[in-house]
């Protein structure tokens, strides 16, 4: 295994493939997510026939993902993200192939909230995200965006295979072929490609590498401040990074459980609904290396604005829409908008501090962002329930990006965030 990764290192930055390998996961990754729309009107049909019940199974799941987050953060900071991410893989196949077993709704959270919760946050873009900024520093909002691509990619061709899945093996034998898939494609990606700087002796960027048979070990960047739990969260660019954030992602957790189901309801049929999750993440993928070149040019503020924008403009339009065209229209722009969450959330994180503490900072950030983060997918359940329609939960996910918008003003484009704490200490 070494081998192929030193003659592969010989002829290009490193950095590069790193990156390749992180895409791949964020791939796989990404896929979980899109197939959870897809199962779940099945699950809910099978526990009971409430949507409410097997959404709160995913809000469990995030719930214990975000409880473990500063752990699993700690240890990247610590530790190689290599094993973080194998760990991860393990426990996402064996959460999956419980979960298909499953007698009752009870079981499914116990498995969603205890295993698959931390698996699926170990695999995420928390793990790749930290190995991409130790390689990269001038081109990171590129590179981070190209690593979150690879959830949006799969998100393109994913909805119709889960569909399939659906089909021809019903929800649990969906959920057994997806544990095994994990392993299959993961474990050989993982072993070969994942490392860090001072693992090869490259540096930060490929700028000065010294030769590896020298035996010395290189500086891996400029941004190597540890900030404690306390300077983190006196930190003012901190919280407006966890409430802004926070609100666009408990939005994409809701509207992602739940769009398919609302297609359905408009009387689409199944293909017809994929296919408008799957033009919705094409232009989630094709628009973060767009935004992550904004980010490195403009810097994060704007690109977010920009993004914050496109997001609250599709949410309207999917609240409003009747027809196939305008759900297309509407997939479209919030695509576009929602390309830039996570590549510019990282970036943010990552400029402000650094990549040495950007574990704890990713980490620290995923428990305090539960009070928001938890209320889309429970309510837009409730909703439904209620009133046999998702429309005025789209509505409340409007207002959740606007009430946290202004938290805009607060974060820092550059290394200013450590300014704001010496003068507070």
Sequence with gaps: MGNVSERIRARIFYGWVVLGACFVISMVSGSLFYS?????PAMSDEFGGSRFAVALAFTIAHAGGALSAPFIGRALDLWSARRILLMGTVLVSVGYFLASLAPSILVIYAVFGLILSVGWASISSFSTSKVVVRWFKRRRGLALSLDVAGASVAG??????????????????????????????????ILLFIKDPSETGDTTDGICAPSPSAGVA?????????????ELLRSPSFWGIVILFSGMVCVFQGLGLHLYGHLEDSGMGAYEASIVLSVMAALIASGKPLLG?????????????????????????????HEKSAFLIAAVIYGFGLSGMAPLRNMALASAFGSQSYGSAYGLMQPLSLPIVLL??????????????????????????LVTAPMLYFIKSDDRAEQEVAVRV
């Design 36 to 40: 959870r729309g897809v199962f779940l």
């Design 156 to 189: 393109i061709f994913i909805p119709p295979i889960a569909a399939w899945l659906l089909l021809n093996f019903g929800w649990r034998g969906g959920y057994v072929i997806l544990g095994v898939v994990v392993v299959i494609i993961l474990v050989p990606i």
């Design 218 to 230: 290189s500086p891996v960047g400029e941004d190597e401040k540890f900030w404690s739990t306390r």
């Design 293 to 321: 070149w904004l980010a490195d040019l403009l810097g994060p503020r704007m690109s977010i604005l920009i993004s914050l924008v496109c997001q609250m403009i599709g949410i309207i339009l999917f609240s409003l829409a």
């Design 376 to 401: 889309a997918s429970p309510i837009a359940g409730f909703v439904y329930d209620e009133l046999g329609s998702y429309v005025l939960a789209f509505q409340i996910f409007l207002v959740i990006l």
